[in-house]
């Protein structure tokens, strides 16, 4: 009786080799994007102390970045977007040439076509790696001015936050990429229970709901923050 | 349904081989009754053809009742045409207006080679099913009924995963040119069952292999291949064919050496 082929799957053996898959490719983009989607949530959620006062928002950020975690948090980050990112560009290049070089005359549409957002992950990533460097420069390494707050001297981000974005091409570019974070969440948070494996005919719907709730909320509330200091000017 | 006829304009793929390059000639169909299928109205343009001396389009086809999976091409950027659920030898000219455009591509992708105008070469399919697509261990006579208890939901499961017909519309729609809905579905209908159980680490990691060295591409969840599936496959198999080779590649043991698993 002939039996499963085992010897064509040697190289194959190896747990690490998994990562190597299609299949397990996904798996660490999905880890490593879930990595960053729980950071922008967490980045969203303490801006809002904007709103509280110019002092909540500086002590926050003081608090933040005295400390060791920072470096720590920093790290985590820092590889995940790079895992991301590398192996983002590792799945489209197999990906296209598994495309072909020859498309098709017309494209997929109605009912059997796919939607824009997952069609164009790849491009919205790219978009969003530019976003995270540019703002990397106006704010963390953007001009420092100094504030006190009840006798603790500390960087004066609230004033150089609103500065920028009373700017009106600083203004329209935040909104075009915060935008573009919800789309890119809004396919990336219902994937990642697909290729976690998770997902199933019973709760496909619900994850669906997770990923559009869960883009509205990071994309809305992160919004909120440009749009106000804009309108306030 | 109204009994009259059609007169389409076809732009259709025309390739002589996979050395030779391709190009769309157009092709007028006349007289076409609402009631022949896709694959009846080609014949119909065919017969023409040979009448004028041509080559006549050559296309995949075997059974014309949606279930054997010979057939399928892409009719408007659609997979199988225009409808849900629908192979193109059970899609009905009826679906079409008088005076239409219908521009007809055969499935494109790296692993699946043109061998003549509308027909592709999808032995990559049969090399992945050669590779675990099936039970090799001993399971002895027919048992008693209810002997051998199957979860109904797990049989339901399993019975909706070998409705897959291997036709290659999912490779076909897919953006990546992915065969993973393909896959996921023969892992998912064997390893589902009692007897599929047994060879179930193995089974996952081998088509897994077989599939990446095709070169087929990686899913990026678009949704496109359930979509464009006759047999509407669930991407939810997909899922679950993710689970089943991260469990396997952490609790698969080594194989001894030498035949037999």
Same mark, same amino acid.
């Given at each position: 009786?002939?039996?499963?082929?085992?010897?064509?799957?040697?190289?194959?053996?190896?747990?690490?080799?998994?990562?190597?898959?299609?299949?397990?490719?996904?798996?660490?983009?999905?880890?490593?994007?879930?990595?960053?989607?729980?950071?922008?949530?967490?980045?969203?959620?303490?801006?809002?102390?904007?709103?509280?006062?110019?002092?909540?928002?500086?002590?926050?950020?003081?608090?933040?970045?005295?400390?060791?975690?920072?470096?720590?948090?920093?790290?985590?980050?820092?590889?995940?977007?790079?895992?991301? =990112? *590398?192996?983002? @560009?590792? /799945?489209? +290049?197999?990906? &296209?040439?598994?495309?072909? %070089?020859?498309?098709?005359? $017309?494209?997929?549409?109605?009912?059997?076509?796919?939607?824009?957002?997952?069609?164009?992950?790849?491009?919205?990533?790219?978009?969003?790696?530019?976003?995270?460097?540019?703002?990397?420069?106006?704010?963390?390494?953007?001009?420092?001015?100094?504030?006190?707050?009840?006798?603790?001297?500390?960087?004066?981000?609230?004033?150089?936050?609103?500065?920028?974005?009373?700017?009106?091409?600083?203004?329209?570019?935040? =909104? *075009?990429?915060? @935008?573009? /974070?919800? +789309?890119?969440? &809004?396919?990336?948070?219902? %994937?990642?229970?697909?290729? $976690?494996?998770?997902?199933?005919?019973?709760?496909?719907?619900?994850?669906?709901?997770?990923?559009?709730?869960?883009?509205?909320?990071?994309?809305?509330?992160?919004?909120?923050?440009?749009?106000?200091?804009?309108?306030?000017? | 349904?109204?009994?009259?006829?059609?007169?389409?304009?076809?732009?259709?793929?025309?390739?002589?081989?996979?050395?030779?390059?391709?190009?769309?000639?157009?092709?007028?169909?006349?007289?076409?009754?609402?009631?022949?299928?896709?694959?009846?109205?080609?014949?119909?343009?065919?017969?023409?053809?040979?009448?004028?001396?041509?080559?006549?389009?050559?296309?995949?086809?075997?059974?014309?009742?949606?279930?054997?999976?010979?057939?399928?091409?892409?009719?408007?950027?659609?997979?199988?045409?225009?409808?849900?659920?629908?192979?193109?030898?059970?899609?009905?000219?009826?679906?079409?207006?008088?005076?239409?455009?219908?521009?007809?591509?055969?499935?494109?992708?790296?692993?699946?080679?043109?061998?003549?105008?509308?027909?592709?070469?999808?032995?990559?399919?049969?090399?992945?099913?050669?590779?675990?697509?099936?039970?090799?261990?001993?399971?002895?006579?027919?048992?008693?009924?209810?002997?051998?208890?199957?979860?109904?939901?797990?049989?339901?499961?399993?019975?909706?995963?070998?409705?897959?017909?291997?036709?290659?519309?999912?490779?076909?729609?897919?953006?990546?040119?992915?065969?993973?809905?393909?896959?996921?579905?023969?892992?998912?209908?064997?390893?589902?069952?009692?007897?599929?159980?047994?060879?179930?680490?193995?089974?996952?990691?081998?088509?897994?292999?077989?599939?990446?060295?095709?070169?087929?591409?990686?899913?990026?969840?678009?949704?496109?291949?359930?979509?464009?599936?006759?047999?509407?496959?669930?991407?939810?198999?997909?899922?679950?064919?993710?689970?089943?080779?991260?469990?396997?590649?952490?609790?698969?043991?080594?194989?001894?050496?030498?035949?037999?698993?």
């Amino acid at each position: 009786m002939q039996s499963v082929d085992l010897n064509s799957v040697k190289s194959f053996r190896c747990p690490s080799n998994y990562f190597f898959t299609s299949v397990g490719k996904k798996l660490v983009m999905g880890i490593s994007g879930l990595v960053w989607a729980g950071f922008v949530m967490g980045h969203m959620a303490g801006n809002m102390l904007m709103f509280i006062s110019p002092g909540a928002y500086n002590s926050y950020g003081h608090a933040l970045t005295s400390g060791g975690l920072i470096y720590v948090v920093e790290t985590v980050l820092l590889t995940a977007l790079s895992i991301h =990112v *590398f192996f983002a @560009v590792w /799945l489209t +290049v197999d990906n &296209r040439r598994a495309r072909g %070089s020859q498309g098709y005359a $017309l494209s997929q549409k109605g009912s059997k076509g796919a939607s824009i957002a997952s069609r164009t992950m790849a491009a919205q990533g790219s978009l969003i790696l530019a976003f995270i460097i540019f703002h990397l420069i106006t704010f963390k390494f953007g001009p420092v001015y100094e504030t006190t707050v009840n006798g603790v001297q500390m960087r004066d981000l609230h004033r150089l936050m609103v500065e920028v974005f009373q700017q009106p091409g600083y203004f329209a570019w935040y =909104v *075009f990429c915060l @935008v573009l /974070l919800g +789309v890119h969440l &809004r396919h990336g948070i219902s %994937s990642i229970f697909q290729s $976690l494996g998770v997902l199933n005919s019973n709760n496909q719907a619900t994850f669906q709901k997770v990923g559009i709730v869960y883009a509205i909320v990071v994309s809305l509330g992160f919004l909120s923050q440009p749009i106000s200091v804009f309108l306030s000017r | 349904m109204k009994d009259h006829t059609l007169k389409l304009k076809l732009k259709v793929w025309r390739q002589a081989s996979s050395k030779t390059l391709g190009r769309f000639v157009e092709y007028e169909a006349s007289e076409v009754s609402t009631h022949s299928s896709f694959l009846e109205m080609i014949d119909q343009v065919n017969e023409g053809l040979i009448k004028k001396g041509e080559e006549p389009i050559t296309f995949d086809h075997d059974c014309r009742e949606g279930i054997c999976g010979s057939c399928g091409f892409m009719i408007n950027g659609e997979a199988h045409g225009p409808l849900k659920g629908t192979t193109v030898c059970q899609l009905h000219m009826r679906n079409f207006k008088d005076g239409e455009t219908l521009t007809i591509e055969p499935w494109r992708a790296q692993a699946f080679p043109i061998i003549k105008d509308l027909m592709v070469d999808r032995s990559a399919f049969d090399r992945i099913i050669a590779k675990g697509g099936y039970i090799s261990v001993d399971t002895g006579n027919a048992p008693d009924a209810n002997s051998l208890p199957v979860p109904k939901p797990d049989a339901d499961d399993a019975f909706m995963s070998a409705a897959c017909i291997a036709c290659g519309a999912c490779v076909a729609s897919c953006k990546n040119a992915s065969a993973m809905l393909f896959v996921s579905a023969k892992v998912n209908h064997l390893s589902l069952l009692p007897q599929g159980g047994v060879e179930r680490p193995e089974r996952v990691h081998s088509m897994v292999a077989q599939m990446d060295a095709e070169g087929f591409g990686a899913c990026t969840s678009t949704g496109s291949c359930s979509a464009s599936c006759p047999k509407e496959i669930s991407l939810s198999n997909i899922a679950k064919l993710n689970r089943e080779l991260l469990f396997s590649a952490l609790t698969r043991r080594q194989a001894p050496s030498g035949d037999g698993v």
